[in-house]
């Protein structure tokens, strides 16, 4: 999709994530059932690229599959059909054997700070285990690996044998952050990361992290709901619905103009921290609920919730096309020619 | 009952302590601020910052023991409501004064009909027959924005969708047409799409009926849009309070300049390292002497771990706890112009 040069760390092909919740068996038929087999399309042909040192946002609404996604790139959930590719080798088909090897250079941060570490472990252990199950290190020598990574992010190395509750939760996101880095990453998958925080620790974690990456040229999936967030920490954004991306672009060109009717409803949806620019903002208020993804609707999936919808919308799957250079969007009634939607609709 | 100046709530010196085995935290020490009819307030401030345990205080909900509002008043329309009788308080709650909370689906009760959690309130404070609650509830749905009410009033809680669910909540909170209505973090747990649509729905039903709103967030996007003015909130304490614009554009406090600079502005910014307020919010319950915000304010000077800041006033409406409150005040809008 874009240039194909040879620095793609990460590189997506139609990849698919079903669930099959069952249904349409005999039972179902016979206790009254609908009789249709229930798959929720989580991740439905998604095709992108993450360049060595880049970060790429991910964005959209909660059960749009931005999480699953991320989880199939690090084969934690099963990946259905396309190709998850990590420098030229396809995770989705790899033996586990093989995968335990790739899982060194492909790590996760997670969102719940207080979920994602085990109470009853020492940090040093939390952050020790990466190290000794892949055995980089054993002995004392796990201990000082340790410590120099406590201190990479920002933790004192005094606090080895503590405890997380000891800790708060911007803290424990530190931990968790050593933790992803003990095994030297290539690539981490962040998934809201700092969705748990407070404002004035959440702008703590994104400097860590963006001063990580330039050290260790780290690269980056930021998964979030947080559109002021994302478009921080990112180069570039995929906007996300019900399972496939409606619109990428760079991080800049994003904000300034999305082209997607969902990508301008999400953005104009944020609340600005500047009571003038309130005041005379125009918002997209989409009206409804995200559909269910179990059978999702027809054609786009947003043409239940778009402003724009025409009865094209309902019967033509819209394909991601590059509308302006390096800008992708997944709609059928913009182009090249046309890029603005409120003028194709009048 | 009726009040000249027409203010419905006022809080003065307000102190909710919590007896813990770690001592007695000061939750929220020394509060004070009016609403008038019609005006929306914001209170902004962190986890732990004492936001919800005073309007949990002005409803009267704190659980006691541990807790205990030990000073101040609650004036509520001339009603003061720190020494009402609980039963009296009763009246009050979800009639004239009602409350909306982050989580909408610990706040409904999972085993009853929402059309039974509905009638519950009007049968009770508008002495509603069964008939004419059912039929409320319908017309409070509709109103709230909930496609076929007459079928969904039926539904459980589960059935309905997280924005759904807290518009359930709305429309009870207004069954009554409360007077006052307290929202502690209603869109938090909402995406930014239907965070959208509450935001409206909350706007367009505090000017139909004139409710007076108090909007309790950290999110500064949310309060900037909302608010005519906004109290901040650091360890129990105001940190500052102004009138909405004048807040944003002319703050006088380090720690609302840090707040406001550690928000990510997509407008206009370049990529550069985020502002960012070092160390975190200080334990209440061992508050240092000084200010409390001292040790992560960048313009610390000696006399800040010293001596406790005074409430300066800046101008008719605008005061800020700080040494150097008139300072910064001087500064931010120097900076502005």
């Given at each position: ?43 439905d042909g998604v ?12 964005v959209g609404e909660?059960g749009c599959g ?159 709901h947080?559109l ?9 954004v995929a906007v996300m619905y019900l399972g496939e991306i409606v619109e990428l672009a760079?991080?800049?060109d994003i904000y300034s103009e999305p082209l997607h009717p969902y990508s301008k409803a999400l953005i104009s949806a944020v609340p ?8 005379e903002r125009r918002r997209v208020i989409l009206t409804g609920d995200v559909p269910s993804p179990?059978n999702p609707p027809t054609g786009c999936h947003f043409h239940t919730r778009c402003p724009y919808a025409i009865d094209d919308c309902k019967t033509t799957e819209p394909k991601l096309v590059e509308i302006k250079p390096?800008h992708y969007s997944s709609c059928i009634r913009i182009d090249a020619d046309n890029p603005n939607i409120e003028e194709v609709a009048g | ?144 924005g909930?496609p ?15 924005g ?27 995406d930014v799409t239907i965070q959208a649509q509450i935001l409206e729905l ?64 997509p ?71």
């Amino acid at each position: 999709m874009s240039e194909t040069n040879g620095n793609n760390l990460i590189s997506l092909e139609d990849l698919k994530v079903y669930f099959d919740l069952g249904g349409g068996g005999f039972f179902d038929k016979i206790t009254g059932g609908s009789g249709e087999k229930r798959i929720v399309k989580a991740v439905d042909g998604v095709t992108f690229d993450i360049k060595e040192g880049e970060t790429l946002g991910l964005v959209g609404e909660s059960g749009c599959g931005k999480s699953t996604l991320g989880k199939a790139l690090l084969r934690l959930t099963p990946i259905t059909g396309g190709r998850a590719m990590y420098r030229g080798k396809d995770i989705a088909h790899l033996r586990d054997s093989d995968m335990r090897e790739q899982r060194k250079h492909l790590q996760m941060i997670f969102q719940d700070p207080y979920a994602s570490l085990n109470p009853r472990m020492t940090v040093g252990n939390i952050i020790g285990e990466p190290i000794r199950n892949f055995g980089l290190a054993d002995g004392k020598s796990v201990e000082k690996m340790v410590q120099d990574l406590m201190e990479t992010v920002g933790l004192s190395r005094r606090f080895i044998k503590r405890y997380p509750h000891e800790f708060s939760g911007g803290q424990r996101q530190r931990i968790g952050i050593a933790r992803a880095l003990a095994l030297d990453p290539e690539f981490i998958v962040a998934d809201e990361p700092i969705s748990a925080l407070d404002v004035s620790i959440q702008a703590q974690i994104m400097n860590l992290m963006n001063e990580l990456q330039k050290e260790k040229n780290l690269t980056y999936l930021f998964i979030s709901h947080d559109l002021r967030a994302v478009r921080h920490v990112s180069d570039r954004v995929a906007v996300m619905y019900l399972g496939e991306i409606v619109e990428l672009a760079e991080g800049k060109d994003i904000y300034s103009e999305p082209l997607h009717p969902y990508s301008k409803a999400l953005i104009s949806a944020v609340p600005v921290p500047d009571p003038e620019i309130e005041a005379e903002r125009r918002r997209v208020i989409l009206t409804g609920d995200v559909p269910s993804p179990i059978n999702p609707p027809t054609g786009c999936h947003f043409h239940t919730r778009c402003p724009y919808a025409i009865d094209d919308c309902k019967t033509t799957e819209p394909k991601l096309v590059e509308i302006k250079p390096r800008h992708y969007s997944s709609c059928i009634r913009i182009d090249a020619d046309n890029p603005n939607i409120e003028e194709v609709a009048g | 009952m009726s009040n000249q100046n027409g203010t419905i709530l006022s809080v003065n010196d307000l102190k909710t302590y919590f007896q813990t085995e770690d001592g007695i935290v000061k939750a929220v020490d020394g509060i004070s601020f009016e609403l008038k009819k019609g005006e929306t307030l914001g209170i902004v401030g962190e986890s732990g910052s004492g936001k919800s345990v005073t309007n949990l205080s002005v409803m009267r909900l704190i659980p006691e023991p541990p807790g205990k509002i030990v000073n101040g008043d609650i004036v509520f329309d001339g009603i003061d409501v720190r020494t009402l009788p609980m039963e009296e308080v009763r009246h009050l709650r979800g009639k004239r004064m009602a409350m909306i909370f982050q989580d909408p689906m610990t706040s409904l009760n999972p085993f009853l009909k929402i059309s039974t959690q509905l009638m519950e309130v009007t049968q009770l404070h508008l002495g509603h027959s069964k008939r004419e609650a059912y039929d409320h509830a319908v017309d409070m749905l509709r109103t709230v924005g909930i496609p076929a009410p007459e079928k969904r009033v039926d539904n459980y809680p589960h059935e309905f969708s997280g924005g759904m669910r807290q518009r359930v909540m709305i429309a009870m909170a207004l069954s009554c047409k409360p007077e006052l209505l307290i929202a502690d973090e209603p869109t938090t747990a909402l995406d930014v799409t239907i965070q959208a649509q509450i935001l409206e729905l909350i706007k367009e039903l505090k000017s139909e009926q004139g409710t007076s709103v108090i909007f309790i967030t950290h999110d500064l996007g949310v309060v900037a849009g909302m608010t005519d003015k906004i109290i901040v909130m650091y360890a129990g304490k105001v940190f500052e309070s102004a009138p909405t614009g004048e807040l944003f554009k002319n703050p006088a406090n380090p720690y609302t300049k840090g707040l406001l600079k550690s928000v990510p502005d997509p407008a206009h910014e370049e990529g550069e390292d985020l502002y960012q307020i070092p160390g975190l919010p200080p334990d209440v319950a061992n508050l240092p002497p000084g200010c409390p915000f001292a040790e992560r304010c960048e313009r610390t000077e000696e006399i800040c771990t010293q001596e406790f800041p005074p409430f300066v006033q800046i101008n008719e409406n605008h005061h800020s706890l700080c040494h150097f409150a008139k300072e910064v005040h001087a500064e931010s809008a120097g900076g502005n112009a």
